[in-house]
């Protein structure tokens, strides 16, 4: 698992203007292309923020459990920000994924807080 902690940011949200890098990604991610994403990345985190996602958030926003898994696994995908985000898009599936795969209990409270933020963002989004 790869353990890299910076984070880059960069502004859109919309995948018609993804940066190239964001885009692949989630495209690699979506092959579970281990070595070319490993190749890609160089080093750096997969956690790169553009607008208001990480690629495992787009992902899941898509609800693409198999992608997000391989994130989170292989490449220390932020599964927080996947829960948040699975909340926000009512990804049922995929939060059922997330809690299922939390043994720890503090860790899956913290699971629980995050989609219910997820919920709340997409209730208040609603009115």
Sequence with gaps: MKEKNSVL?????????????????????????????????????????????????????????????????????????AALIAGQNNQINLIDFLLTQESDSEKYTDLCNNILRGITRACHANE
Excluded: M
């Design 9 to 81: 940011r960069k502004g859109s949200t919309d995948s018609a203007e993804q940066s190239p890098l964001f885009a692949e990604i989630c495209r690699l991610a979506e092959l579970e292309d281990e070595p070319k994403l490993d190749t890609l990345l160089n080093g750096k985190s997969v956690n790169i923020i553009e607008g208001n996602y990480l690629p495992v958030g787009w992902l899941a926003k898509q609800g693409n459990q198999k992608a997000v898994q391989f994130l989170i696994e292989k490449f220390n995908g932020d599964k927080h920000h």
